[in-house]
């Protein structure tokens, strides 16, 4: 469970905080995506609850962050970092820069973590096949492209198995085979369990694995809800969020007046494209 009592950032120097008395509760198996205009403070947010800030990027922060029940504040960062896993939308930033393959990039954190040798590969064997890039794995990581490197960033994540997870639009770089992998780690991550705030664009991919999504305006929490329900909230568009397509096309059906069937129909055939 990650939980954000009335969290208020400032960064250093600004003449406003960023985040203002954000609250939250992000349950064990929850997924809960995060949306919000551009400067909206998603990336703040990932950023304190993954204790990088104030730790590495100056600042003040009121408020508590907790991990099961523990109020973080005294934790360091490399003993946070055991606790909550990250992945930022730039893969490049997130690689270790000393492996020499993509094989030993996804498994050096669990061999940090002190596995067993047999458990290391079952751990960089089972992450690399959840992201279908065990093909890539002699391949030398700077020498990939973005979205290469952002499915070894993920994969690298999810050899960790961590219980919490922060995402900053981890798919930024993947077309949509990849997204839809990563959204399909993501959901098995939460049904062991984890719990997982992800900020993302990509509303579609939100209402495929979120139980509940939050609106960020201005630093400030605009909505929060059922995914369903915020994702279909008129509001949405006014915070600069794009709705998902299942929305936008049953409105759209709605102006035309089809019939309640033909929405079910709608609905099964999006949720087929969605997992397709
Ligand atoms: N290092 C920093 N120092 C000062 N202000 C910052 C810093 N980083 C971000 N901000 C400010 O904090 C606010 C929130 O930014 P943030 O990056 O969290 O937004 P975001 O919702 O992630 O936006 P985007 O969708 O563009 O990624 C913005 O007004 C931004 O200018
Ligand atoms: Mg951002």
Do not use: W
Request: hydrophobic residues 50%.
């Amino acid at each position: 469970m990650l939980t954000f009592e009335l969290v208020t950032y400032r960064y250093a120097g600004a003449a406003r905080p960023s985040l203002q008395d954000v609250s939250l509760v992000i349950g064990s198996g929850e997924v809960v995506g995060l949306v919000g205009a551009s400067e909206a403070g998603k990336t703040t947010l990932c950023l304190v609850a993954a204790g990088l800030a104030p730790r590495t990027v100056r600042g003040t922060l009121k408020g508590r962050i907790l991990i099961d029940g523990t109020d973080v504040a005294p934790l360091t960062i490399h003993e946070l970092a055991g606790q909550v896993g990250i992945a930022f939308a730039n893969p490049a930033t997130q690689l270790s820069g000393v492996a020499g393959t993509v094989y030993e990039e996804v498994a050096f954190g669990p061999m940090n973590l002190g596995f067993s040798r047999s458990e290391v590969i079952d751990r960089t064997e089972a992450a690399l096949g959840a992201l279908k890039i065990s093909d890539l794995a002699e391949r030398e990581p700077a020498l990939l492209s973005g979205g290469q490197q952002q499915l070894v960033a993920m994969s690298g994540l999810l050899a960790l198995r961590p219980a919490h997870l922060v995402l900053d639009e981890p798919t930024a770089q993947l077309d949509p085979a990849g997204t839809r992998l990563v959204a399909e780690a993501l959901a098995r991550l939460a049904l062991d369990g984890a719990s997982i705030l992800v900020a993302e664009q990509k509303t579609d991919l939100l209402a495929s694995i979120c139980d509940r999504v939050v609106a960020l305006d201005a630093g400030r929490v605009a909505l929060d809800g059922p995914a369903f329900e915020v994702l279909g909230d008129a509001r949405l568009a006014e915070l600069g969020v794009a709705a998902p397509a299942s929305v936008r096309l049953r409105s759209l059906a709605g102006a035309a007046g089809p019939g309640p069937e033909a929405l079910a129909h709608l609905d099964g055939a999006l949720a087929m494209e969605a997992t397709a």
